[in-house]
């Protein structure tokens, strides 16, 4: 095996991660396949890297690092069966196979095939828990690591780390298959799939707490996912949609904050700072979606939305007018009532304040969104456009409270400031 002279030791663990972040759902998936069984190939995988970690800083990167670590994981998976008690023919057939076998297996690390397909299949598997689907996607599928997981949700290892053992034992109770579903339950289980990816995305958006406005690597993990799973399965509208609404939303992250990490509100924004490349992607993406003909669904409306932003060349050129048409069709197939709280934003940018906070108080009335910051948060900017200072200030402060972002925290407490000047 040809190697790449011998790199000091923290280039080599630079390149393990590497790798790994990069193809370990393509790893853990072969090796899904190859032993039919889920938590053993992940274990496998990790051996693999465990291995990696300890021979490439002595003895050079593989040229084909992806193609090694699952060589290793399938040589590892053979010596577990060898020592089994009773090893059955199946097993005894794949060790000779292995023992004949020159040379590194074929791996092609630019390929996408279904073993990945099936591998989000099983890490958003209805019998998890939302939690569980996300910790699981974003280890299995997405590479990342427990610390990187926990970090980023700002729960502990040990938290992160019991999710994924329980979801693995759910798996192995329910003896979840290594396939992509029935096409008679593939909607079902695609939107399961979308919706992990979407709140993973959310959460990078605007981060739920913590002192950061933004987690921009969980947003692009996001957007890494969407974007092989729509090369999966390129037939599915929704799948464009959403990554269509990733892409274009991820556009403004470079205008989302000052220097300093603070907040930058949407019509406070340097336009001219939006990444144009996602934004062309953005709109490609919805394209692709439109063209299959089916129409749009909740994440394709969304974009939609998104694209009305993307197009406008300052904020008061946006056409708030479709942006209310593309909510209320929202509100139609995806009924919620943050649809309804953000159709109260653009119909207050539309027509005025005073229309849209009957919108707001009726949400309100409902009590659908009580303990929410965002709700307190529209009607205390409502009621300031209106003249009402002390009832905006006394929102402003309300959603201060409830909000767990102690950036958006700051922003809140700052407007209420500035009514009492």
């Known amino acids: 095996m040809m ?7 923290a280039s080599a663990r630079r390149r393990v991660e590497a790798v790994w972040r990069i193809e370990s759902a393509r790893i853990v998936a072969t090796l899904t396949r190859f032993t039919g069984d889920f938590d053993l190939a992940e274990d496998l995988a990790q051996e693999a890297l465990s291995a990696a970690l ?11 690092p992806g193609a090694w670590l699952v060589t290793v994981g399938k040589r590892r998976a053979v010596d ?4 089994a008690a009773a090893l059955d023919d199946r097993y005894a057939a794949i060790a000779r196979e292995m023992d004949e076998a020159t040379g590194e297996i074929d791996y092609d690390p630019d390929a996408i095939d279904d073993d990945i397909l099936r591998l989000v299949f099983i890490a958003c598997h209805p019998a998890l828990s939302r939690e569980a689907r996300i910790a699981l996607t974003l280890r299995v599928v997405g590479g990342l690591t427990t610390d990187q997981i926990g970090r980023a949700f700002f729960v502990p290892t040990s938290t992160i780390q019991q999710r ?6 759910t798996l192995a109770a329910v003896n979840a298959p290594f396939e992509v579903p029935p096409r008679g339950e593939y909607a079902e289980r695609l939107d399961g799939v979308l919706s992990v990816l979407y709140l993973i995305f959310n959460e990078g958006h605007v981060a739920s707490s913590g002192e950061e406005w933004m987690r921009v690597g969980l947003a692009r993990e996001a957007i890494r996912l969407v974007r092989v799973l729509a090369e999966l399965i390129p037939g599915e509208h929704e799948v464009h949609g959403l990554a269509a609404l990733m892409e274009l939303t991820a556009a403004r992250f470079p205008a989302r904050t000052d220097r300093d990490g603070n907040p930058v509100l949407l019509n406070e924004q ?13 709109r490609a993406a919805l394209a692709r979606a439109d063209a299959l003909g089916r129409g749009r669904g909740a994440y394709g409306l969304q974009a939609a939305i998104a694209e009305c932003h993307a197009v406008a060349a300052t904020f008061d050129d946006t056409d708030w007018e479709h942006i209310i048409v593309l909510y209320e069709a929202l509100g139609r197939i995806a009924p919620s009532p943050a649809v309804d709280l953000n159709r109260a934003a653009a119909v207050a940018m539309a027509t005025g304040p005073a229309s849209a906070l009957r919108i707001v108080d009726e949400i309100a009335a409902s009590g659908a969104l009580r303990g929410s910051h965002l709700l307190p948060s529209v009607r205390g900017d409502l009621l300031a456009r209106l003249g009402r200072v002390d009832e905006a200030r006394d929102c402003l402060r309300e959603a201060a409270r409830l909000t767990g972002n102690e950036r958006e925290r700051d922003v809140l407490l700052r407007k209420a400031a500035d009514l009492a000047l």
């Open 80 to 83: 577990g069966w060898r020592r």
């Open 164 to 169: 994924i053992v329980r979801a693995k034992k």
């Open 270 to 282: 340097d336009r001219t700072r939006w990444d144009a490349t996602l934004i062309a992607r953005g």
């Open 3 to 9: 190697h790449d002279a011998s790199p000091d030791t």
């Open 54 to 64: 300890e021979q490439w800083p002595a003895d050079g990167v593989p040229t084909n």
